[in-house]
């Protein structure tokens, strides 16, 4: 499905090497995007590149980049700058998490989900900003997570770093509205990737909600139905959303009758 809108634009995907990411390069290829794919696995993001390239013929630049770098970050960035110009879309992507009780968690581990999922995110949405409010065009959109809504046990940290993506969201929409540039969060529930090669390591979380994970395609599709259009929020599956609207209006009741279904870890 081509996504007229999409021809000729240029997108920034990071943790493009796979999951929703790859998912989302796919889609923008397919509608005529260039594309930079962003991700630490460079060996995954070239065999993509050449699949796009022969598919679509359309241009995708790969960079080998660990968001949680910021040095790192400004320096593709600016080379980014230089090749393309400018960016009309970015999708800020890249993340993990580790699910663990709070006492558990190690120095490294916290570190490393804040470094990744909410400095990353912030690191590489501060090079997009000034040119996108300079040509009062652009759209950003922060892959947070129902995560980010309700946090679980067994979530506290990846949870918080994902209230903390949806805190900066919600006020850099706010801080841009005047300079037509979008910001939108997407809020996934489980989706079927390798995110819980590493996040459920003993796969309890992965067998307990396997009936209702979304598959990465349809998560990538909503994604980019949302680009260049004024999206504040994707919530996916609805029925998850409701829960987060209930909650912040009766959150003790919420938690005290939801507490075998927040317990899936
Ligand atoms: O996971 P996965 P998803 N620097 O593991 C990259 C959120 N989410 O697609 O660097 C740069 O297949 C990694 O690449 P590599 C989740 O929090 C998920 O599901 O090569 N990139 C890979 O391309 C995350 O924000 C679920 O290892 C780094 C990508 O990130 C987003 O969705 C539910 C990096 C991860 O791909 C995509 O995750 C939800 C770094 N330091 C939200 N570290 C879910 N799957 O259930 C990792 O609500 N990456």
Redesign the pocket.
Known sequence: MVREQLKGKNIVI?????????EIARLCAASGSNLVL????ID?LVQLQNQLQQKHQVKVDVYQ????DTNQVKEVFTDIFIKMGHVDILVN?????IFREAHQASFDEIKGMFD??VV?LMACTSMVLPKMRERRFGHIIN?????GKIATPKSSVYSAT?HAVLGYTNALRMEVSDFNVLVTSV?????A??????ADEKGTYVKNVQRFMLQ?EYVAGKVVDSMLKKTREINLPRWMNMGSIVYVLFPRLFERLGKKAFNQK
């Not at 980049?65 to 949680?68: A, G, I, P, Y």
């Not at 992507?93 to 998490?97: C, E, K």
């Not at 809020?187 to 989706?191: D, H, L, Q, Y």
């Open positions: 990071t943790g493009a090497s796979g999951g929703i990411g790859a962003l991700a630490r696995s995954k980049l660990d968001v949680s992507n890249a993340g993990f998490g990744v999922n990353g892959i947070a997570s129902q995560a994902k809020n996934p529930g489980p989706i990737t390798n995110f819980f090669n590493i990465p």
